[in-house]
């Protein structure tokens, strides 16, 4: 990638979904090359009854491309 971002920075969505929204980086996943976008991208998971949770459902962040992130300026 040649954009230099990290957690933390602020950046704009270009494609996807969510084109044109904005938020702050809260983790990177360099591996995979997704980034974890404070408020956006976050969806319902259903979980199972186990011996140490109920059943119901649970909020999971979902990683977006870093093609689709640009870091905005000053």
């Known amino acids: ?3 230099n971002l990290k957690s933390g920075d602020k950046v ?3 494609a996807g979904g969510n084109k044109g929204k904005s938020g702050k980086i809260v ?3 360099r591996k995979n090359n997704l980034a974890l976008i404070e ?3 976050v969806r319902e ?3 199972a009854k186990s011996a140490y949770r109920n059943a119901g459902k649970k909020d999971i ?3 977006i491309h870093l093609s689709n992130l640009k870091k905005e300026g000053k």
């Open 1 to 3: 990638m040649a954009q």
């Open 12 to 14: 704009t969505i270009i």
């Open 27 to 29: 983790k990177m996943d």
């Open 39 to 41: 408020g956006i991208g």
């Open 45 to 47: 998971r259903h979980v």
């Open 61 to 63: 962040h979902v990683g």
